[in-house]
């Protein structure tokens, strides 16, 4: 189910690769501690060295970020094992879900779902515009009946974070 770009290349998330380099700090962090901690004690043994690698190798598998693109009336949300596509120009809902962490939940008219972090937008405005332009289209065709508030609070957030950045690189903050 590949979507062309029709508007040049695909914008990637720009924090992707920190997010990542931050999963294996932690796992290696873990592991590392725990096998000293049996080296301390004198507990050490392959097999409970094995158990604290399975377990590190737990924490990363949890904490491995999602990588997130878009192109021209796409976008795509990658995890370890698969990707999920949505096609922005045929979204039908636009869902805020709040919990823990807020996330922003995309379904398209073709079955497509897409879960991501609102913050990855504010992030990488690339990201939002190529959403955004997907999104608007949907509304224009009559496809998107559920979403319309939860885009318009996202673009309000969006406009407030790039008038603080303009004041910050204007020195009037």
């Known amino acids: 189910m590949g979507c062309p770009d029709v508007s040049g290349?695909?914008?990637?998330?720009?924090?992707w690769t920190r997010e990542l380099w931050s999963a294996v700090r932690c796992a290696a962090a873990l592991l590392l501690l725990l096998l000293l901690l049996d080296w301390?004690?004198?507990r050490i043994a392959p097999w409970r060295a094995?158990?604290?690698?399975?377990?590190s190798g737990l924490l990363f598998v949890v904490l491995y970020p999602a990588r997130v693109s878009a192109g021209g009336n796409w976008l795509a949300s990658r995890r370890l094992a698969r990707e999920r596509?949505?096609?922005?120009?045929?979204l039908v809902s636009v869902r805020c879900l709040d919990g823990i962490?807020?996330?922003?939940?995309?379904?398209?008219a073709l079955g497509g779902r897409v879960e991501i972090d609102p913050e990855v937008l504010v992030r990488n405005p690339q990201l939002w515009v190529?959403?955004?332009?997907?999104?608007?289209?949907?509304?224009?065709?009559?496809?998107l009946?559920?979403?319309?508030?939860?885009?318009r609070r996202l673009s309000a957030r969006m406009d407030s974070e790039a008038?603080?950045?303009v004041f910050k690189a204007s020195g009037l903050d």
Do not use: I
């Open 101 to 108: 962490s807020a996330r922003l939940l995309l379904r398209d």
């Open 40 to 42: 301390g004690t004198g």
């Open 85 to 90: 596509r949505v096609r922005t120009d045929l």
């Open 9 to 15: 290349e695909a914008a990637n998330e720009l924090e």
């Open 50 to 55: 094995a158990l604290w690698l399975a377990l």
């Open 163 to 165: 008038a603080l950045a």
């Open 145 to 151: 009946l559920c979403g319309q508030t939860a885009l």
């Open 130 to 143: 190529r959403l955004n332009e997907g999104a608007r289209k949907a509304a224009a065709d009559g496809l």
